[in-house]
Every structure is written in structure tokens, then in C-alpha cells.
């Protein structure tokens, strides 16, 4: 089991900048990849940015560039420092993780773990 607590929303104005944190605990040596997802309103859930245990990361196109995914494995924490925030960018937004373990018959089985989400607001 992953438990993972998110904080670090709140209101912005268009252009400014917001950090997410995600704090996470449990079963931590299991987990091999991190994402950042978003529900923008009546929107489905999707992908924002993502970090593998070896420390490469992606990003959705709109917000290449001005979102950065980051972890701090000292402190248990992962981090969306988002910049130049627009009005599209409003969203709750939801830390991912997703473990890996073996099955003992040389493959492994896979879990995801969810935050509860932060609600994030661009609006000048």
C-alpha cells in the first residue's frame, strides 16, 4: 500500500506560478514511476506530467515548458512547480503512483495509488 496526500493548491492569477507537493508513504521501495494528473471541468482525467524511479520525466504538450515534476526521495515528496499558469490549467489535480512487484514467477504485478486531489484556480 502507497498513501499519498497532496497539498499546495489554491488561487492564482494568470501568469503566476503555483507549487503542488504530494507526500507519499507506505510501500515506497515499490514504486517505479510518478505522475501528476488533472480533471480539468467536464473534462476526463488526464496525464499532466511523469517521473520514472531513474528520474526521467515527460509532460502533455500544453504544459511543456512551463511545468516542471520533480522527487525528493529524502523527503518522501513529489513536486509540480507550474509556471505561467493560464486559465486552462484549471483543475483539481491528483498525485499518481504506481508500484511494481515481483510475482514470484519472474514477472511482476502492477498497482496505482491516487491522491485525494488539490484544487487549483487560474483567475485573475
Known amino acids: 500500500q502507497v498513501h499519498l496526500q497532496e497539498s499546495g493548491g489554491g488561487l492564482v492569477q494568470p501568469g503566476g506560478s503555483l507549487r503542488l507537493s504530494c507526500a507519499y508513504s507506505g510501500d515506497i521501495v515499490s514504486i517505479h514511476h510518478m505522475s501528476w494528473h488533472r480533471e480539468r471541468p467536464g473534462k476526463e482525467r488526464e496525464v499532466v506530467a511523469g517521473?520514472?524511479?531513474?528520474?526521467?520525466?515527460n509532460y502533455r504538450d500544453s504544459v511543456r515548458g512551463r511545468f516542471t515534476i520533480s522527487r525528493d526521495n529524502r523527503r518522501n515528496t513529489l513536486y509540480l512547480q507550474m509556471s505561467s499558469l493560464k486559465p486552462e490549467d484549471k483543475a483539481v489535480y491528483y498525485c499518481n503512483a504506481e508500484t511494481r512487484i515481483p510475482d514470484g514467477e519472474g514477472d511482476f504485478e502492477f498497482y496505482d495509488y491516487w491522491g485525494q486531489g488539490t484544487q487549483v484556480t487560474v483567475s485573475s
Open positions: 517521473i520514472t524511479s531513474g528520474g526521467s520525466t
